[in-house]
């Protein structure tokens, strides 16, 4: 199973611009899906994007399509959430995790690793 650790994470102003990585090591073979989900204080994990592995389609959460961007660099192994013109309400830890099991991108149950979260903070 591959280990996945995310950064970039920090405070920012509102309208300013951030670029999480997610580096992942060991095992990463049969991975369907790699997605960013974020959890803000009181309220459920949520799915925020995603990309297949094969076709490297995307997906987006309505909330975000249009200011971030989920990109990967296959040489690296490594996920990229780039978000900009950020909200405060896009304030939350973001976790990246990988999917090998399911089609259900924006399920959290059809992910079964899962990165520690980096804390993104934008204040207005």
């Known amino acids: 199973q591959a280990q996945l650790v995310e950064s970039g994470g920090g405070l920012v102003q509102a309208g300013g611009s951030l670029r999480l990585s997610c580096a992942a090591s060991?095992?990463?073979?049969?991975?369907?899906?790699m997605g960013w989900f974020r959890q803000a204080p009181g309220k459920e994990r949520e799915f925020v994007a995603a990309?297949?592995?094969?076709?490297?389609?995307?997906y987006y959460a309505a909330s975000v399509k249009g200011r971030f961007t989920i990109s990967e660099d296959s040489a690296t192994n490594t996920l990229y959430l780039q978000m900009n013109s950020l909200k405060p309400e896009d304030t939350a830890v973001y976790y990246c995790a990988a999917n090998s099991r399911s089609s259900a991108y924006v399920s959290l149950a059809a992910y079964e690793n899962w990165g520690q979260g980096t804390q993104v903070t934008v204040s207005s």
């Open positions: 990309m297949s592995a094969i076709h490297t389609r995307t």
């Open positions: 060991g095992r990463t073979f049969g991975t369907m899906f």
